[in-house]
Nanobody, 119 residues
Framework: QVQLVESGGGLVQAGGSLELSCTASGITFNTYDMAWFRQAPGKEREFVAVIDRWGYIQDADFVKGRSAINRDNNQNTVYLQMNKLKPEDTAVYYC?????????????WGQGTQVTVSS
């Protein structure tokens, strides 16, 4: 059984930082691209960042300069370091995995971790 388990969410003040973690089991981790998505109240789920099996990173414009995605293949874990947090960053953050081949879709998802940023 494949499991993605997120942790690290919480309540922070605007301008603060959090590091989210997602640990995977049941997959050959170093063959998968790992990504973060988020969903705020009343909004659709949106892409945040992805780090592919080779370490190549793409991220959304709204996190550039504030967030960094990384992975540790020995720990089967992907991280999202978030700095200079804003109230509009408040959302449930989800970890997702896809096979590291061209055109693959995200087939595995975690349950999410809540991030709340107060003003």
């Amino acid at each position: 059984q494949v499991q993605l388990v997120e942790s690290g969410g919480g309540l922070v003040q605007a301008g603060g930082s959090l590091e989210l973690s997602c640990t995977a089991s049941g997959i050959t981790f170093n063959t998968y691209d790992m990504a973060w998505f988020r969903q705020a109240p009343g909004k659709e789920r949106e892409f945040v960042a992805v780090i592919d099996r080779w370490g190549y990173i793409q991220d959304a414009d709204f996190v550039k300069g504030r967030s960094a995605i990384n992975r540790d293949n020995n720990q089967n874990t992907v991280y999202l370091q978030m700095n200079k947090l804003k109230p509009e960053d408040t959302a449930v953050y989800y970890c997702a995995a896809r096979r590291g081949v061209f055109g693959a879709t995200y087939e595995y998802w975690g349950q999410g971790t809540q991030v709340t940023v107060s003003s």
